[in-house]
T-cell receptor, first 113, second 112 residues
């Protein structure tokens, strides 16, 4: 089974802190994604990566950056956390473009105070 | 207007009922249509997907796409309490990087 793991289930940070969210997949997938999920807004794509060291902006990249130094790991960085970044963050991976199924991690519930 | 619209619910039904979950979409280029199921405090998991118009059946679940009306449906027969979850529809085009566009999700509650 494909497994996508995220470094924390729950995280509480203060405004202005730098926050790192880590995601690891174990199936040698080419593509990885970061979403945030908010009530009434659904899943919104923040950034995606189609290969190592490659990254593309999604629909809501402002206030975020990403890093993909190794194929299995995709990190989301909040350079200076703000209260409007309080959300559920979901990481996903996909074998490569042309395969429709994305495999999701369990999510990180981030609260910014 | 969102590209994929979905009623957030909650939809409450008794065990054994037939459930109908629906989405509408606006992008005529969408070709793949998916249903994800998300249990509380878990990530979404793919339940079913269909390509273009038509029906697809898998056990108690049937996915239906009507491209002429831009309507996506998921039917659950003989619903069980274990079906209680949020159901997300998603669509994408068959070109480029094929990013998924998700609906907001419908929360389903099946009571024993």
């Amino acid at each position: 089974d494909v497994k996508v793991t995220q470094s924390s289930r729950y995280l509480v940070k203060r405004t202005g802190e730098k926050v790192f969210l880590e995601c690891v997949q174990d199936m040698d997938h080419e593509n990885m994604f970061w979403y945030r999920q908010d009530p009434g807004l659904g899943l919104r794509l923040i950034y995606f990566s189609y290969d190592v060291k490659m990254k593309e902006k999604g629909d809501i990249p402002e206030g975020y950056s990403v890093s993909r130094e190794k194929k299995e790991r995709f990190s989301l960085i909040l350079e200076s956390a703000s209260t409007n970044q309080t959300s559920m963050y979901l990481c996903a991976s996909r074998r490569l473009a042309g395969y429709n199924e994305q495999f999701f991690g369990p999510g990180t519930r981030l609260t910014v105070l | 207007q969102k590209e994929v619209e979905q009623d957030p619910g909650p939809l409450s039904v008794p065990e054994g009922a037939i459930v109908s979950l629906n989405c509408t979409y606006s992008n005529s280029a969408f070709q793949y249509f998916m249903w994800y199921r998300q249990y509380s405090r878990k990530g979404p998991e793919l339940l079913m997907y269909t390509y273009s118009s038509g029906n697809k059946e898998d056990g108690r679940f049937t996915a239906q796409v009507d491209k002429s009306s831009k309507y996506i449906s998921l039917f659950i027969r003989d619903s069980q309490p274990s079906d209680s979850a949020t159901y997300l529809c998603a669509s994408n085009v068959n070109t480029g990087f094929q990013k998924l566009v998700f609906g907001t999700g419908t929360r389903l509650l099946v009571s024993p």
